[in-house]
């Protein structure tokens, strides 16, 4: 969590209430997804159902940067939690040594070698079906229990000692802090983007949603479960943390100003403990959205999307998982974090695109439903009904606001070195997109064999009630094998 930048850009007014405000459009969101994810249950996903209602040479070149775009914030992401990893391990040390100062090229090795750990543990996890959701099941569960763990922790040491006092009511709900030169009104844009972050991502049920139980109906309710206890936790939580405030300067000029928070709370050694608990679950968190870009990638490999398509998409026989899209991935994540060599502000960057390019991936089929009509939408268990022009036209809005103003940098005259590179990453990846577009993908996206079989598949789906999940990558090694 990036503290700081929600103190500075708005206060607690943006912390808590633009998380009202970001839960609502992302519950508009969520319920579009979940409709169309009803509609057509499969996990080609977004870029799917682009296609599949806008069935023209338009309409593939959408699919296919949407499905680029998706892929991308997987990537992103998984980047910006091995990046929050990073920064956390070398805090610790700072925790005991406050002269301690990390160069940029330590952040960079380190997140590097984490990016690999995480690559490793997908790869070798897979030759057994259980252990990656073992993984994920203990996870959910230890984070459920830091979230108590924590709020107890922060509410009873500062009530306790002597010389730690709650702030006041007023500050926690309604302080105002504007210290980056914006006017307020962009302000109060710009610090949306921690509750956007906090609140992204859950399209991972969708590229998983051909493996849930009755995915007509689980696929839409785990998409707004997630947003909605995802919301109300993070509200309460962000609310403890802003009345166990004691130095706001202090948290603002903070590295991690989370441990800041816990340090001055608790005391070194307490808030050493309970942030090592943090970073255990945290590489359990990252091992989880590697697995899920993995997916992506070795989909959008196999729908030949990227760059040796046919190379990156094959299953080894031995691992049972597609490792050379696993590796690729991990090349591709690693690249990322060379920002770290020459930008300080590289974690806000990192999951500003992240949050950016996600977003941007939910509004083009919901953009695509509105183009060709709600009417050409197949039924599914669950509809909007009269109301889903309404929340559609919402959700757009809400995409394409936010990701205007994410893309703003942390003040009006910024330095080389604090530029949100948010915008460099992402016009990047569109450049190399746009490129293998024109050499190649107009020709092999979505005309290979096994995406053919797949988009087959889907529409056979959007006909049954229910069906026999099919093969997962694991299985299909072992068929081949």
């Not at 709600?374 to 309404?390: A, E, I, M, V």
Request: charged letters at 10%; a neutral charge.
């Amino acid at each position: 969590m990036d503290l700081s930048s929600g103190l500075t850009n708005g206060g607690p007014i943006t912390i808590l209430w633009g998380l009202c405000l970001v839960t609502a459009c992302n519950l508009c969101v969520a319920t579009s997804l979940g409709e169309l994810t009803s509609s057509m249950p499969t996990t080609l996903g977004q870029a799917y159902w682009v296609y599949r209602l806008w069935g023209t040479n338009v309409g593939r070149f959408c699919s296919y940067m949407c499905a680029w775009i998706n892929t991308f914030g997987w990537w992103t992401l998984t980047a910006s939690q091995n990046a929050f990893m990073a920064e956390f391990l070398l805090d610790m040390k700072g925790m005991y040594d406050p002269s301690f100062s990390p160069p940029g090229w330590l952040y960079f090795v380190l997140y590097v070698a984490i990016t690999i750990l995480f690559t490793v543990i997908n790869l070798v996890s897979c030759r057994k079906d259980k252990v990656l959701p073992w993984i994920n099941n203990f996870v959910g569960i230890w984070f459920v229990s830091l979230f108590f763990i924590f709020s107890l922790a922060l509410l009873i040491s500062v009530g306790i000692k002597d010389h730690l006092s709650f702030q006041p009511a007023s500050f926690a709900f309604g302080a105002w802090i504007n210290a980056t030169g914006w006017p307020s009104g962009v302000v109060w844009f710009t610090g949306l983007v921690q509750a956007a972050y906090g609140l992204t991502a859950f399209d991972s049920v969708i590229h998983m949603i051909e493996e849930i139980p009755a995915p007509r109906v689980n696929g839409p309710k785990v998409m707004w479960m997630a947003v909605t206890f995802g919301a109300v936790s993070g509200f309460i939580f962000m609310l403890i943390c802003l009345f166990c405030i004691q130095d706001v300067n202090e948290i603002i000029e903070a590295n991690l100003p989370f441990v800041d928070l816990v340090r001055t709370a608790i005391g070194l050694d307490g808030a050493a403990t309970l942030i090592a608990l943090f970073i255990f679950n945290g590489f359990g968190q990252g091992v989880a959205l590697l697995t899920t870009a993995s997916r992506l990638t070795w989909g959008f490999a196999r729908d030949g999307g990227i760059p040796w398509s046919r190379y990156l998409s094959h299953v080894d026989k031995t691992w049972h998982v597609p490792a050379r899209s696993l590796w690729f991935q991990c090349v591709i994540i690693s690249i990322v974090g060379v920002l770290y060599l020459f930008s300080n502000t590289v974690l806000q960057a990192i999951f500003s695109v992240s949050t950016i390019a996600l977003t941007i991936s939910y509004a083009i089929p919901i953009i695509a439903l509105l183009v060709v009509g709600r009417d050409k939408l197949p039924p599914g268990k669950f509809s909007l009904g009269r109301f889903g022009t309404t929340v559609n036209v919402i959700s757009i809005i809400y995409c394409v606001v936010t990701t205007v103003f994410f893309f703003f940098p942390g003040g009006p005259s910024p330095s080389p070195s604090d530029m949100n590179y948010a915008i460099a990453v992402f016009g990047v990846m569109l450049v190399i997109s746009l490129g293998f577009w024109f050499l190649q993908g107009n020709r092999t996206y979505l005309n290979t064999e096994d995406a053919l079989a797949d988009m087959l598949q889907a529409e056979r789906l959007e006909e049954e009630r229910s069906y026999e999940p099919p093969q997962s990558v694991s299985e299909q090694g072992r068929k081949e094998k």
